[in-house]
């Protein structure tokens, strides 16, 4: 994360407005990081988001990627949406955290 103040910044968007401009993204994704899927989780999904509250994104890759790369994706959705973004990347998912993540994902 490049900016620090956006850890205090208020996400002044809607989950509607986050799954549409991710779906307007995805080409984009696709071409410069290699998301092959792409989907929204956490307190937006469930609807206990606060304004100040992250946007939890889950990613498949189509090619093997690295730390640098994950974090050059993190900073691209962090300018585009002028809010925080945690970057889940689905084969790092954890068993116990993993099914929970999967059961509330709404893919794009």
């Given at each position: ?28 994704l696709h071409k410069r ?76």
């Amino acid at each position: 994360m490049k900016n620090l103040n956006l850890l205090f910044k208020k996400c002044k968007m809607t989950l509607t407005d986050i799954k549409n401009k991710l779906t307007a993204l995805k080409p984009e994704l696709h071409k410069r990081f290699g998301v092959s899927e792409i989907g929204v989780f956490g307190s937006w999904v469930r609807g206990e988001q606060k304004a100040t509250s992250d946007i939890d994104v889950l990613v498949d890759f189509d090619r093997t990627v690295g730390l640098f790369e994950i974090m050059e994706l993190q900073d691209y959705l962090e300018e585009t949406f002028n809010c925080k973004v945690d970057i889940a990347p689905r084969d790092s998912l954890r068993k116990y955290i993993g099914r929970h993540i999967l059961a509330e994902v709404q893919y794009l």
